[in-house]
């Protein structure tokens, strides 16, 4: 997805989201009273790829619902980050498209981030993230 889609991918399912200066972090997300809103410092991002993917993250804890309490000595933050980063690594690069640019000749990370508009680190969890669900699979065929 490119960063008009995730935009309008908030709008359409009523995520607020608002630019303001957050000098903790670069973005969050809340849930409150029934509803998800997403905060980002645009200040604290030097690049188009930064916002996509703290967008697509933030979007990630909205989506699947993954907030943690601070409060609660049952919450296990990691989990939720875990699954907001999955889903920003599925709605940035879809596997068919990592696929293609790969089978094209595209291998190297840095190649890969400039082709998708990540940065280098993004690239690397989400080309973790695919090994990870293949040798998932392959185990399930295994057994």
């Known amino acids: ?22 000098p903790y972090t670069q973005s969050l997300s809340i849930y ?10 645009p200040l604290q991002l030097e ?8 967008l697509s993250h933030e979007l990630g804890h909205c989506e699947t619902g993954c907030f943690y309490n ?4 049952c919450d296990v933050r990691g989990r939720h980050e875990e699954r907001a980063n999955r ?3 599925r709605a940035l690069i879809r596997r068919d498209e990592l ?10 990370v840095w190649e890969l981030a400039e082709y998708f ?6 690239m690397k969890k989400a080309l973790s993230y ?6 998932a699979q392959a185990d399930a065929a295994g057994s």
């Open 87 to 89: 889903w920003a690594v």
């Open 47 to 54: 690049t188009n790829a930064q916002e996509r993917e703290r």
């Open 99 to 108: 696929d293609e640019a790969i089978r094209c000749g595209i291998r190297e």
């Open 70 to 73: 601070r409060y609660s000595p």
């Open 32 to 41: 409150y009273e029934g509803k998800s809103y997403i905060a980002i410092d």
């Open 117 to 122: 508009d990540v940065t280098e680190d993004f």
């Open 130 to 135: 695919y090994q990870m669900l293949d040798q």
């Open 1 to 22: 997805m490119r960063t008009n889609e995730l935009y309008n991918l908030a709008q359409a399912h009523g995520i607020r989201v608002d630019c303001m200066r957050l």
